[in-house]
């Protein structure tokens, strides 16, 4: 904004934006210079008047706003209204202070090769042009400090608003983190649990070829045993026979042969009696291992099994008590005069397309967590896929809501239809056949449930022979228990679910 310099005081003698106006050497307006002039000379009264080459003080001054005004173009530019600011501010009264601005004015400027000869000179008109154009630019100036301001006040909402997103982008790896941390964590444990068991199925195998070493052991002893107990029968026997007149050299030498192998006898004895308890002791060992084996292996399934009954409860309990259908569908009787009334079907405009496309488009999303298994999101609970599932449901439910719509127009003016629900309390409006549409969610609730049962029935017989009986009824669990594995199904918590069923396994076991 064109203003002038060291002070916001608006100029006091304005001057037209588009130059200094020549005027003719003849005309009816006088020059300024002639005016400043016959100003002067009134008001010295007694001095002679001025030439005229004096008078163009005032001419030059006018001169050297109008040049730099027209130099930048039809705007103001600030470094001429900077040049000519102590001549606004204080515009000279007399012809004294003219002199002076003249006196004042460098010689180097562009104006100051302006002839004096030139009639050309500041006019009430263009002062006051200039004014207006002035108040232009201050308001000019106050509406960009107003924009400026604005932009500021933006500027440092934007910065707090980066710093808040700088914040969040933090938490957010500092949450990642974490979440890496605990699977890393998960993924050991995992890993660790893998190795135990695959150190114990070794030392099993281990156990068992020690086994057979020591039934092996076992059976040469008892051989070399029975060797020595006829090697033993022999000598006694020869002993015998030469008992009627042995020498006295060589009885004592069967004596002593006879004792050592008394001795060896019974160092042999020992052996197989320690022998036969080592074996027993293995075999408490081995017997020991393979009932706990068993046992892990049975809880397991019944883990398993009590999983698999809990994932089927679970999604009957969401079908049978979580799906509801609300049908809404008017009744329209047109009566005129005594003529008697004429019920029209709002069914006729309601074909199977439309309640097949709005079931597929707004009321099936819905349903899509209810047919979805918890461990193949591929597969529907009857075991077909998911889209065959699906085609077969929607086609079922369009057959039953054109029956209950069907129904509803053909029953009699007042009739109240049993549409209610019989798992839900609530009761839908009984003007104009509207209500909940109980048998449509029975007839599709019923279709779902005999296909999780029948999926159900077939997984626990294809467990059957590999568990042995190892089951248990879910009537057995306690009911904090009960409440405890429904609260963390309904949460989707897999770790603490496994958790607490591992801890109910060891306390069982």
């Known amino acids: 904004m064109a203003q002038a310099s060291g002070s916001d005081t608006p100029c006091t003698v304005p001057v037209a934006a588009a130059g200094c106006r020549r005027l003719g050497r003849r005309g009816p307006s006088a020059p300024l210079g002639m005016m400043s002039r016959n100003s002067f000379s009134g008001a010295s009264g007694s001095r002679a008047p001025v030439s005229r080459a004096r008078s163009s003080t005032l001419r030059r001054a006018g ?30 009264t007399g012809h004294g202070d003219l002199l002076s601005a003249a006196a004042a004015e460098p010689h180097d400027s562009p104006v100051a090769h302006v002839t004096s000869e030139e009639p050309c000179g500041l006019t009430p008109a263009s002062l006051k042009h200039l004014k207006r154009k002035y108040e232009v630019v201050l308001e000019e100036k106050a509406r960009l400090q107003s924009e400026i301001s604005g932009l500021q006040a933006q500027v440092r909402e934007q910065r707090q608003r980066v710093s808040v997103l700088e914040e969040e982008v933090r938490e957010a790896e500092v949450r990642q983190r974490a979440l890496q941390e605990e699977v890393q964590r998960a993924q050991a444990a995992e890993e660790a649990q893998r190795s135990r068991a695959d150190e114990l199925e070794r030392c099993n195998e281990k156990l068992e070829e020690l086994l057979a070493a020591r039934e092996a052991e076992l059976a040469r002893l008892r051989e070399a045993l029975e060797q020595q107990r006829r090697l033993t029968r022999e000598v006694c026997e020869a002993s015998e026979r030469r008992t009627e007149a042995p020498p006295p050299v060589d009885a004592s030498k069967f004596e002593q042969r006879i004792k050592s192998l008394e001795a060896e ?26 009932g706990a084996a068993e046992k892990a292996m049975a809880m397991h399934a019944l883990h398993v099994q009590r999983l698999e009954a809990m994932r089927v409860a679970k999604l009957m309990e969401a079908i049978n008590y979580k799906v509801e259908l609300h049908i809404s569908v008017p009744r329209v009787t047109l009566t ?57 449901m929607l086609e079922r439910l369009t057959d039953a809501v054109k029956a209950f719509i069907m129904k ?12 209610s629900s019989t798992n839900s309390p609530a009761q839908g409006p009984a003007g104009g056949g509207a209500g909940r549409a109980g048998p449509v969610v029975q007839t599709a609730t019923s279709a779902i449930a005999d296909g999780v049962s029948r999926r159900a029935s077939g997984a626990e017989a294809g467990r059957g022979g590999g568990s042995g009986g190892g089951g248990t009824n879910l009537n057995d669990l306690s009911d904090a228990d009960r409440a405890q594995l429904l609260q963390l199904l309904r949460s989707g918590d897999d770790r603490g679910l496994d958790g607490k069923l591992v801890q109910m396994l060891a306390g069982r076991s």
């Not at 127009?409 to 109240?416: K, N, V």
């Open 265 to 290: 006898r019974g160092a042999l004895q020992q052996q197989l009696r320690d022998q036969a308890l080592e074996q027993e002791d293995m075999k408490r060992a081995v017997a020991g291992a393979m």
């Open 408 to 419: 509803s127009q053909t029953a009699e003016a007042g009739a109240d239809l049993n549409i």
């Open 336 to 392: 005129y005069n005594n003529a008697p009334p004429l019920v029209v079907s709002t069914a006729l405009g309601l074909s199977d397309g439309k309640i097949r496309d709005f079931l597929d488009r707004d009321v099936f999303p819905h349903f899509e967590p209810l047919w979805v298994r918890i461990d193949a999101l591929d597969q529907a609970p009857d075991g077909s896929t998911k889209r065959t599932y699906c085609t077969k």
């Open 63 to 92: 001169t050297s706003v109008s040049a730099d005004l027209l130099g930048s173009s039809g705007g103001f530019s600030t470094a001429s209204l900077q040049d000519s600011a102590p001549l606004l501010q204080n515009p000279p």
